[in-house]
């Protein structure tokens, strides 16, 4: 079985689409979710799902002993991120090199790096007159959204469109593409 744990500060709604995807996979698990955020939706997500969670701060999570623990008890060999907030700490990325990924909710390198996340990075689409907006499924390395693309996936920004409706469009996209990209690079 590969283990895989997912990092969100949020909603969780990618989350949720993940777990779900592998919830009947004969090799593939979503087997902890880790936050920085106590009130994040993703952890009564976990719950209902029974999967192990787990809240770290922003400090909590530079804490190599325990965070390397953590994931070396559950055998986590992916690390999914789904809207988390915080960066990675180096040591995670260098003891998961390649085994990281994150979708962010525009096409990169554009609208991309530190504070560029939720309605901003849909309003400074539109505030470009960007005629195309989309997904992008990458690696994650020591910095802000700069890793290896994986895929990425366009739509049509119309002239009637707001940063809500591309939110909306947006995160159709991602739940249609995420966990399929993620089962084809664990299977690569
Ligand atoms: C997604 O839009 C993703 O692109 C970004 O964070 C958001 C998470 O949303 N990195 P949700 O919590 O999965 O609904």
Redesign the pocket.
């Known amino acids: 079985m590969k283990h895989i744990a997912i990092f ?8 949720q689409v993940i777990i779900n995807h592998f919830k009947q996979h004969p090799d593939i698990k979503v087997s902890l979710v880790l936050t920085n955020n106590s009130s994040a ?2 952890l009564k997500i976990a719950q209902q799902e029974k999967i192990i969670s787990t809240i770290l701060s922003k400090d909590a999570l530079q804490d190599e002993e325990n965070v390397s623990k953590i994931l070396k008890a559950l055998q986590i060999e992916y690390i999914i ?4 907030i915080q960066k990675v700490p180096a040591f995670i990325v260098q003891q998961y090199k390649d085994k990281i990924v ?4 525009a096409l990169l390198p554009k609208y991309g790096g530190k504070g560029m ?2 309605q901003k990075v849909h309003e400074a689409v539109i505030a470009d007159k960007a005629t195309l907006t989309g ?1 992008t499924i990458h690696f994650v390395n020591e910095n802000y959204d700069e890793g290896n693309i994986i895929l990425q996936k366009e739509i049509a920004i119309e002239s009637s469109d707001t940063p809500q409706t591309i ?1 909306e469009k ?2 159709h996209l ?1 739940h249609a593409w995420y966990s399929q990209a993620i089962e084809a690079l664990i299977n690569n």
């Open positions: 969100a500060s949020g909603n969780g709604s990618n989350a939706g993703v991120l789904a809207g988390f994150n979708i962010h909710p996340y939720g997904i939110a947006v995160k991602e």
